[in-house]
Structures are given as structure tokens and as C-alpha cells.
T-cell receptor
Framework: QKEVEQNSGPLSVPEGAIASLNCTYS??????FFWYRQYSGKSPELIMS????GDKEDGRFTAQLNKASQYVSLLIRDSQPSDSATYLC????????????FGQGTILTVHP | DTAVSQTPKYLVTQMGNDKSIKCEQN?????MYWYKQDSKKFLKIMFS???????INETVPNRFSPKSPDKAHLNLHINSLELGDSAVYFC?????????FGSGTRLTVV
């Protein structure tokens, strides 16, 4: 089982729709959860962090965490073509204290 | 000001050569990292240093040797380069609040 697994892509949504990205993790002791966005040829950029169960909203982005289900998700409302990128889920804490473990990424394409 | 800067951005070299990548951060973080991103975009940690001390050393060939002269710098030296070393190498710094990545070094071994 992969330590951090993301829903297989690529994911394609029309402009203005909600994009839903999902991630599960195997280390039940994990404490910190992050979503990074990576444009082609660029470095990963932190867009959301979440540490406790529930929802966290920042503009058009909402991160959701459910530690009991070992599940974290990212919703992007009113998707724009500029949101087209690879989204990386990352987890730290537990036995991986001190390092971020990344999922394999989900490619999102928002078409006009 | 660039928060995490890496040099060089591109590196093309022949098999068997030795090369170095340099990284500097001005964010004041105690911890720095080297990650390797393969052709499938999977990011995997290689090393981590906390205030010049090696704290994470994943299963990486000993041809790869990190060096941290101070907590703002973390360099990566690679000996006897192999074709399989071709990848993008990212330096990062950060703490529990997440990392800031450098712009990456695309290494191509021919």
C-alpha cells in the first residue's frame, strides 16, 4: 500500500465547475496535511494546509480532513483555466515526523 | 528576493562525471531537504538537514552526498553519475507549516 495515494487522473472539468481532488494516507499518526500545486516545469507551491478534522476554506479552495477515515480532499470552486496544474497531496507527522510524504499527484485540466 | 534558490537550473552531463547542486534559503528555517522528482512527477525525499545535522537519509545510493555548511545552505554532490540519476532535484526548506521549494535543477545524464 502506498503511503499517500491520490485519486487517479487526469481530471478534466469545465470552467466554473467544482473540481474535487482526493487523497488517502496510511500512517494513522499523521498530523499535518498539505496541498501543493505544480505547474508544468515549475516547482510545487503550497496552497493549503490543514491540521484538524473538518473543513478549512481559503478563497476558492476548501481542504477537508477526516482522520478517522485517513482521508483528505481539496475542493476548487469556480474552477478557472489557470487552475490547470498537477495537485500534490502531502502528509507529515506520525512515523514520518520531520518529512513530507507526497502522493503521486493528480493532473487537473480546466477547459473553457 | 528569492526565498529558496538553487543553482544550476539545468545540468547536462555525461555518465561517470561528478556534479554538484547548490541550495540557499533566506527564510530562516532550521530544516532543509532534497527531493527527487522522477519522470512521472513523483516527489521522493532524499535527505533532510536540521541546523547542519543530517536527520533523514532515505535509501539513496552513497554516490549522493549532501553537505550543509550552515543552516541556510544545503548542497548535493553526486559522484559517478548514471543514466538513472536523470530527474529534477528540488531543494526545500520548512517546518511543520509546510515547505517552500526551490525552482529545481533538471539533471540530464547522457
Amino acid at each position: 500500500q502506498k503511503e499517500v495515494e491520490q485519486n487517479s487522473g487526469p481530471l478534466s472539468v469545465p470552467e466554473g465547475a467544482i473540481a474535487s481532488l482526493n487523497c488517502t494516507y496510511s500512517d494513522r499518526g499523521s498530523q499535518s496535511f498539505f496541498w501543493y500545486r505544480q505547474y508544468s516545469g515549475k516547482s510545487p507551491e503550497l496552497i493549503m494546509s490543514i491540521y484538524s478534522n473538518g473543513d478549512k476554506e481559503d478563497g476558492r479552495f476548501t481542504a477537508q480532513l477526516n482522520k478517522a477515515s485517513q482521508y483528505v480532499s481539496l475542493l476548487i470552486r469556480d474552477s478557472q483555466p489557470s487552475d490547470s496544474a498537477t495537485y500534490l497531496c502531502a502528509v507529515s507527522g506520525g512515523t514520518s515526523y520531520g518529512k513530507l510524504t507526497f502522493g503521486q499527484g493528480t493532473i487537473l485540466t480546466v477547459h473553457p | 528576493d528569492t526565498a529558496v534558490s538553487q543553482t544550476p537550473k539545468y545540468l547536462v552531463t555525461q555518465m561517470g562525471n561528478d556534479k554538484s547542486i547548490k541550495c540557499e534559503q533566506n527564510l530562516g528555517h532550521d530544516t532543509m531537504y532534497w527531493y527527487k522528482q522522477d519522470s512521472k512527477k513523483f516527489l521522493k525525499i532524499m535527505f533532510s538537514y536540521n541546523n547542519k545535522e543530517l536527520i533523514i537519509n532515505e535509501t539513496v545510493p552513497n554516490r549522493f552526498s549532501p553537505k550543509s555548511p550552515d543552516k541556510a545552505h544545503l548542497n548535493l554532490h553526486i559522484n559517478s553519475l548514471e543514466l538513472g540519476d536523470s530527474a529534477v532535484y528540488f531543494c526545500a526548506s520548512g517546518d511543520r507549516g509546510g515547505y517552500t521549494f526551490g525552482s529545481g535543477t533538471r539533471l540530464t545524464v547522457v
